[in-house]
């Protein structure tokens, strides 16, 4: 078997082999984004033809750092592809280019052949070069050069293919930033999808929790009015959860009240007593909150997360949502005259009593998260009366860019 030869393509499709046609070509093609992968293997017919080669691969770091992965070959036999896809990192001169910024050759290609039983490139391979794929400090791949006789490379066109290596591993270095920040993106959307799911579904499920023992006492008792009361209170709820689930899973989007963030609030408090027995009461001593749509938004899942929380765990009689505005900042505060924290709820023990850790953590952890991208914070406390105080503050210049993070 002799090595397989590189064939270049006619002029009106190839990348031309002189140096500076190739830098200029490269760096056009990455300022343009190329695909990354595409790109290398493309890039090897002209690296090849510049260095004189007759074969070529590129290899990059796996994310372990332990291995060396194959994504771009030309002319390599079949059998040397399937035994090269995948090299440890300290393979020989391959190794050393991927630990420090170096051009390395090997002369003695036994130890290559070593990861294939059929002889390397069918003993026609006499020298491989080695060449880093750096950024700053660190080296993300190499890119290999395979040769059938025993050339030499002069100096200038050396420092060529090393420039190459260095504009490749800023390539390399760039894809795993853009990676990283897709991957971060997607970790946001799960998470919001989550407090989306957890705000429009959850909340309405344990009063629906709240209401089937009320409703099964009803039935027991043969009180008709009293079962067709949290029979409807039921129906309705799940008819919200129906609605709701729809809506998160075909737009990803929450509904807001079109008349604002006061008008829901003010909404919330008209139906709170009937849905928990407690008094709800909202005062509102700011002229202009100044929110934008998206802000109203945070603020109204937060508020609506307390006051969930009041209903489910708190046995109070009345809960007040104050609102005052400052020259610094925004404040809501929400307060009960229920257990307080300090003394646990019936439900609290009901929990514990099966073995099962409180739920009321991870809605404060969303609240908590959804005070940050406000740029806030939320502080959880007891009550001077009594019972238990949430206050949300927003400092208002982190709401002066109408953003919210």
């Not at 409180?358 to 007891?382: C, D, N, W, Y």
């Amino acid at each position: 078997m002799t090595l397989n030869r590189v064939h270049l393509p006619s002029s009106s499709g190839a990348v031309p082999a002189h140096p500076q046609a190739v830098l200029s070509g490269l760096t056009g093609e990455l300022g343009a984004g190329s695909d990354l992968e595409q790109l290398l293997e493309r890039f090897l017919v002209s690296i090849t033809a510049l260095a004189g080669a007759q074969a070529g691969a590129v290899r990059v770091l796996t994310d372990d750092g332990r291995s060396m992965r194959l994504v771009g070959q030309i002319g390599l036999p079949a059998h040397v592809l399937a035994a090269e896809r995948l090299v440890a990192r300290d393979c020989g001169m391959c190794g050393v280019a991927s630990s420090s910024d170096v051009l390395g050759w090997v002369d003695d290609v036994q130890g290559c052949a070593r990861h294939s039983s059929d002889p390397y490139f069918g003993l026609q391979c006499q020298r491989v070069l080695a060449i880093s794929l750096p950024h700053g400090t660190q080296v993300l791949g190499i890119y290999n050069l395979f040769f059938e006789a025993n050339a030499d490379i002069p100096f200038q066109t050396q420092a060529i293919l090393r420039l190459i290596g260095q504009l490749l591993g800023l390539a390399l270095h760039n894809a795993r930033i853009e990676r990283e920040r897709l991957r971060m993106t997607v970790m946001k959307e799960r998470q919001e999808m989550v407090n989306e799911v957890h705000d429009a579904i959850a909340q309405t499920l344990a009063y629906v929790k709240m209401r089937l023992p009320l409703l099964n006492d009803a039935m027991l008792a043969h009180d008709d009015a009293r079962s067709l009361k949290y029979f409807s209170d039921v129906k309705k709820a799940v008819g919200e959860v129906h609605d709701n689930l729809r809506e998160v899973m075909t737009y990803f989007r929450t509904r807001m009240d079109p008349l604002g963030l006061l008008h829901a609030l003010h909404g919330i408090a008209e139906a709170y007593f009937d849905r928990t027995g407690i008094e709800l009461e909202i005062r509102n001593s700011a002229q202009n909150l100044n929110l934008t749509d998206e802000q109203e938004v945070q603020v109204f899942h937060i508020v609506q997360e307390a006051l969930a929380n009041i209903a489910k765990h708190s046995m109070a009689r009345r809960a007040l949502v104050t609102i005052h505005k400052a020259p610094q900042k925004i404040e809501f505060l929400i307060e009960d005259d229920g257990l307080g924290m300090a003394a646990p709820s019936v439900s609290t023990i009901v929990t514990m009593a099966r073995g099962m850790a409180p739920s009321t953590h991870f809605g404060l952890e969303i609240m908590q998260g959804r005070a940050r991208r406000l740029g806030g914070h939320i502080e959880v406390g007891k009550n001077d009366g009594g019972g238990t105080r949430v206050r949300l503050v927003i400092p208002t210049k982190s709401l002066a860019s109408g953003e919210v993070t």
